[in-house]
C-alpha cells in the first residue's frame, strides 16, 4: 500500500464520518463583492465572522435546515454531485443591504435572486429529508452579526455595497462549536448536461 493509497482511503472515511452539529449547504462568493463582504468585516471587527467564508447559505438556515440523516452522509453527498454537474457557476452581482427585523444582523442580498432560489429548491427536494426550518429561504450574504452587541458598536446601519460576485463552488460546513467550521463537501458548477 502506498502514501497515496492511504490518502485516498483516509478520504473515503473522512467522507462517510456522520454528520455534527448543524449542517449547511453553501454558494461560496468570489470576485469583487467578497473582497467587499471581508472588507466590511474588518471594519466592524467582527473576527469571527473574518474567519468565516464569504457565502449564500442555500440549506442549514432559512427554507431548510440541516438534513436529517447524519449517519452517513455520503446519500447527501450524491445528491449534491448531480446537482452541482447539472448546474452553471451563478454570476450576480450583491447591491441591497438590509437589517433582518427584530435583530442585529445586517445583511446583503443579491439583485437576483432566481438562480439561487431554484438552486435551493433543487437540493430541498432532491430527496433528502430536512430538518425544518422556523425562517423562510432569503438569499442573503451576512455582512455584520455582533454576537453580544453594545451601544459603543459601529453603527452598520448605513452600508452599502454593490459588486460583482461568482458563484462556483458548493460546499457543505459542518458547525460543532460556532465559530469552528468544517469544511465536508465541495463540488464544482460546472452544467454539464
Known amino acids: 500500500m502506498t502514501d497515496r493509497d492511504d490518502y485516498f482511503r483516509l478520504c473515503i472515511d473522512r467522507a462517510g464520518a456522520p454528520l455534527q452539529g448543524d449542517v449547511y449547504a453553501v454558494l ?11 472588507s466590511i468585516r474588518a471594519q466592524f471587527s467582527y473576527d469571527y465572522l473574518g474567519a468565516m467564508p464569504v457565502e449564500i447559505t442555500v440549506t442549514g438556515s432559512g427554507g431548510v435546515g440541516s438534513p436529517t440523516e447524519r449517519g452517513d452522509p455520503r446519500p447527501f453527498f450524491a445528491s449534491l454531485d448531480e446537482i452541482v454537474d447539472s448546474t452553471a457557476p451563478i454570476h450576480g452581482r450583491l447591491n441591497t443591504t438590509l437589517r433582518f427585523p427584530g435583530s442585529d444582523v445586517f445583511v446583503v442580498q443579491p439583485e437576483d435572486p432566481d438562480p439561487i432560489v431554484a438552486l435551493h429548491e433543487r437540493i430541498a427536494t432532491c430527496g433528502i429529508e430536512f430538518d425544518s426550518s422556523q425562517f423562510p429561504f432569503v438569499p442573503h450574504c451576512t455582512l455584520t452579526q455582533p454576537p453580544n452587541p453594545t451601544p459603543t458598536d459601529p453603527d452598520a446601519s448605513e452600508l452599502q455595497l454593490d459588486a460583482e460576485f461568482t458563484a462556483a463552488t458548493l460546499s457543505v460546513y459542518q458547525i460543532e462549536a460556532f465559530p469552528l467550521l468544517t469544511l465536508r463537501y465541495r463540488g464544482y458548477l460546472r452544467d454539464s448536461g
Open 28 to 38: 461560496d462568493l468570489a470576485g469583487p463583492a467578497a473582497a467587499a463582504v471581508r
